[in-house]
């Protein structure tokens, strides 16, 4: 698997994170550390109790005579219990506030890096992989504040604390004791090289269930008519079974481990009753320093147990921070140049392409060689050519999705790379070749990108667009719900929705890409009537393939492998006698021309 590099390391990125939450944070370890060290003063006191009340030399006159102290020393275990328990509850909260509180942070951040990507990075990243970095692997990295971070220092802060403790005691047996400690570490580290990657492994596996399920639920329709469903679900129980499978295996990693750590942890206490009774018998141990031994001796094996498990959750953490900060640290390709010009003004909508050569990243032939013509504010231009031959790979160009691999692209005489993207694209309507619209109401939809747009004036861009009666018979009219839930609306209507929205910014370029084609021939008559006749000035990108729509534009270009075959005017370009010429006979029938 790929290593990615980040500027800061996995912990750095946490706590850089936790900025403003610090302090919370540290005093919470410093709970962790101080009910732990609670829960080792009750054997303390109870040693205390053994060897002078109970098992003693004179056990029985200090009961007698000393029962202050004797009760003192009862109420002190009580009371700190009670302590205990409440600091360990603050502490949980503590924790749970902070981790609540990196994940809302990072959640938002990652959101705002994931808005502000490339066209590119859309083409990169599945939907079902991007959920999951915000879903699931976000999980994995509260648990580590919340928990694993916890679980560490209790682990370190227990042994290290009966460590002190039992080296006070007696220096000798407590190495005894220490002796296992190097196996078990041999025993993690082998562990954690074993289980890491089954870690990344089975996050993958849960990304490529969550696609398959997104996949499924937002193309159901295509699998509907296909008939596809037991298909689907066939391949959708797979890929679950192989996660649940994955998921098994790399508990099952620990399973492989456990015995040798259980077998360690359990030699403790028979290394302290064969060492520590011989101790005991040359009194080199009292009574109640073996009670104090033996009382406490889980608290060094305890966290042994506990590392495979601290190791299994951190593991996971790994794979999924790896992942959220491949994100985080994540950078559009396309912003605005250091020194983009400051044009907050609505521009005139002239648009020149310059000798522009562009080519996908990933491609292995440019989509456009050599484009150059030239649109005057105002002026309508029309694009046509086959399929797959660049059109909307040209006007992609225009709000900079994507930047040519040559040449310019301009408008107002300035290349599109000088504007801050936000102005440039403030002055573009765009209606998409595939309608997207939201889970919205159509008035909201259609002022999509600007909300403060008036109710008239939202219906008349749905005037514009001939969107207005069949809106009209829509249940709830403007306030009808469409979209993924709500009412289902026919492609055309979509596409009518879709126009109304690129004109509602009342922009000064607009460009439809093939945004008529699902409309019937009067209706499109109408739109570009409508069209011609609008309140602001705007220069119009028109992608289409009927001749009626091109017949009336100032330019018709036609593309043919990405280069501009033909250009001109209707007459111009039936004078020519080529493509475009041809396609007017396809369509009108040959008496027509
Ligand atoms: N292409 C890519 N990556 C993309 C989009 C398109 O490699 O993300 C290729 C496919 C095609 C060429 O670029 O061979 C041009 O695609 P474009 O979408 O520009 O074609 P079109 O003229 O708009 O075709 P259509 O009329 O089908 O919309
Ligand atoms: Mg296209």
């Known amino acids: 698997m790929e290593k990615k590099t980040f500027p800061r390391t996995r912990i750095q990125w946490l706590w850089d994170n936790m900025k403003g939450k610090r302090f919370l944070f540290i005093v919470a370890l410093f709970g962790t550390v101080l009910y732990n060290a609670f829960q080792l003063t009750i054997p303390f006191f109870s040693q205390k109790v053994v060897d002078e009340f109970i098992a003693g030399e004179n056990a029985a006159a200090n009961l007698a005579n000393n029962r202050d102290r004797f009760l003192m020393l009862i109420g002190m275990m009580v009371g700190i219990t009670v302590l205990r328990a409440l600091v360990v509850y603050a502490d949980c909260m503590a924790y749970e506030h902070v981790s609540q509180s990196v994940l809302y942070k990072v959640r938002n951040i990652l959101f705002h890096k994931i808005e502000y990507q490339d066209m590119r990075f859309y083409n990169e990243y599945r939907t079902g992989d991007l959920m999951t970095r915000v879903t699931g692997d976000l999980d994995a990295i509260r648990h580590m504040v919340a928990w694993v971070v916890r679980m560490i220092i209790e682990a370190f802060s227990l042994m290290t604390a009966t460590l002190v403790y039992f080296f006070s005691m007696n220096v000798r047996m407590t190495l005894w004791l220490m002796a296992i400690a190097p196996f078990i570490l041999i025993i993690i580290r082998v562990f954690r090289i074993k289980v890491g990657p089954m870690h990344a492994l089975l996050r993958e596996k849960l990304a490529g269930m969550n696609t398959s399920a997104q996949e499924n639920i937002s193309g159901n329709r295509v699998v509907k008519a296909f008939a596809r469903e037991d298909y689907e679900i066939k391949k959708f129980d797979e890929s679950n079974r192989d996660y649940s499978e994955t998921n098994q295996k790399t508990q099952m990693v620990w399973l492989k481990f456990y015995p ?65 900060m491949e994100i985080y640290y994540s950078e559009p390709v396309i912003v605005d140049a250091p020194d983009a010009i400051d044009k907050p003004d609505r521009l005139k909508g002239e648009i020149e392409f310059k000798n522009v050569s562009f080519k996908f990243e990933d491609g292995k032939y440019p989509v456009l060689k050599n484009i150059s013509f030239k649109a005057e504010p105002g002026q309508t231009v029309a694009i046509m050519g086959e399929t797959g031959c660049g059109k909307t790979s040209l006007i992609h160009l225009i709000p900079r999705f994507y930047e040519p691999t040559s040449g310019e692209v301009l408008v107002d005489g300035i290349n599109v790379n000088r504007y801050k993207l936000r102005q440039l694209r403030k002055n573009i309507g765009l209606a998409t070749q595939d309608v997207l619209l939201y889970s919205d109401t159509i008035d909201g939809n259609i002022a999509f990108g600007d909300s403060h747009i008036s109710k008239e004036e939202v219906l008349k861009f749905a005037r514009y667009s001939q969107a207005s009666e069949f809106i009209a018979k829509m249940p709830e009219g403007y306030d009808t719900i469409i979209g993924e839930r709500g009412v289902g609306l026919s492609g055309g209507q979509k596409q009518r929705i879709s126009l109304a929205r690129a004109l509602a910014v009342r922009p000064s370029i607009l460009i439809l890409d093939d945004t008529t084609s699902a409309v019937d021939m009067e209706t499109e008559k109408q739109i570009q009537n409508s069209l011609r006749k609008l309140d602001f000035n705007c220069t119009k990108i028109i992608i289409a393939q009927r001749i009626s729509t091109t017949k009336v534009a100032d330019k018709i270009i036609v593309l043919k492998d990405g280069v501009i075959a033909e250009q001109g005017t209707h007459q111009e370009l039936i004078a020519q006698k080529g493509y475009y010429y041809e396609l007017v006979k396809l369509q009108a029938g040959e008496e027509v021309v």
């Open 260 to 324: 040798y750590i259980e077998s360690c942890a359990n030699l403790m206490p028979v290394v302290l009753m064969v060492v520590g009774g011989t101790y005991l018998i040359r009194g080199e141990l009292t009574m109640g320093q073996y009670v104090a031994f033996s009382g406490l001796i889980w608290a060094l094996a305890n966290p042994m147990r506990m590392l495979g498990n601290i190791m299994n959750e951190f593991q996971r953490f790994s794979a999924a921070s790896a992942k959220d």
